[in-house]
């Protein structure tokens, strides 16, 4: 009876310790059994030939990064914080900004990867340019506060509305002070967008997701929010980037990954790939 119980207890501390390592939020990455280091990257959207230059430039540290894509920007931080992948890459500093906000994720940024510019994308069977748009037109935008916000300032950039001063770089549709033209604007999950625009008579969708859909803003926008830093003083804040847990940010090898970005074969990538959709910001 006592060798059972001895047995029955070591089974349900070693239970409660595999619960316990299992709820942490923590994990680490893969090794495969040729010693192969597999990082998990959670992204979004279809625009990923950096990655595979920087998977060449990792080979010979034995590290592979493996995607992991999202239909959505909700789940690649949930995903993150709760170890189900090891890094994302998909989202600016606002956005991430806000959702360990809203959420209270233990995430955090460790190195930049793009700018991916918001731009109006007109249908073309209703509108050429901007000055075209007239009372009743319905202009989609992203539903998140922090895209909302940013497409409602470069609505008001491109002379359509006015918002409240005093609610800075996110303004939501309740802080519209003027129509200039009245318009109908839907809200609607991001990567959606582009499949509304049919219906609408413009869109704002940033590069990511216009380059998924087959849009460039050098050849498709009618209007481009402005990513100078000297010029607009939020660009800072609209850098996409890499995250990690927060008690992974010292983590060897994820440094290694960043390192593999920030070289001048991953902007050549990407200045090659996108043809000007985004922008390199380190």
């Given amino acids: 009876m006592k060798k059972s119980f001895i047995t029955v207890l070591g089974l349900t501390l070693a239970l409660a310790l595999g619960l316990t390592a299992c709820s942490s ?3 680490e990455e893969t090794t ?30 034995g590290i592979e990064v493996e995607l992991v894509k999202f239909t959505d920007y909700a789940a690649p931080n949930r995903a993150l914080n709760d170890g189900e992948i090891d890094l ?37 069977d209703k509108i050429s340019s901007v000055e075209e748009i007239k ?46 033209v009245q318009i109908e604007i839907l809200e609607a999950e991001s990567a959606t967008l582009a499949n509304l625009l049919p219906d609408c008579t413009a869109a704002l969708i940033n590069g990511g997701n216009a ?18 830093p000297e010029t607009n003083e939020a660009t800072p804040d609209l850098i996409n980037v890499i995250a990690a847990r927060s008690a992974d940010v010292d983590n060897e090898v994820y440094k290694k990954v960043v390192d593999a970005y920030h070289t001048e074969e ?11 959709a985004f922008i390199c910001a380190w």
């Avoid at 959207?45 to 060449?56: I, M, P």
């Avoid at 956005?95 to 995430?107: H, S, T």
């Fill in 211 to 228: 380059f998924t859909a087959g849009l460039n803003p050098a050849n498709d926008a009618i209007f481009t929010e402005d990513v100078n």
């Fill in 135 to 180: 009372d009743g037109d319905i202009i989609a935008i992203p539903s998140d506060l922090t895209n909302g916000g940013r497409a409602l300032k470069l609505l008001e950039k491109a002379g359509l509305i006015e918002c409240d001063p005093a609610k800075g770089y996110v303004p939501t549709k309740a802080d519209i002070t003027k129509y200039n």
């Fill in 25 to 27: 939020g923590t994990s």
């Fill in 266 to 276: 991953v902007r050549q990538t990407i200045e090659e790939a996108y043809q000007g």
């Fill in 88 to 124: 994302n890459a998909f989202q600016h500093k606002a956005f991430l900004a806000n959702d360990v906000q809203q959420n209270g994720y233990e995430i955090e940024a460790i190195g930049d990867t793009i700018i991916a510019p918001l731009s109006i994308y007109n249908n073309k």
């Fill in 32 to 61: 495969t059994e040729d010693g192969k280091t597999i990082v998990k990257v959670g992204v979004v959207g279809e625009y990923n030939a950096q990655w595979d230059t920087v998977n060449e430039l990792l080979a010979d540290d």
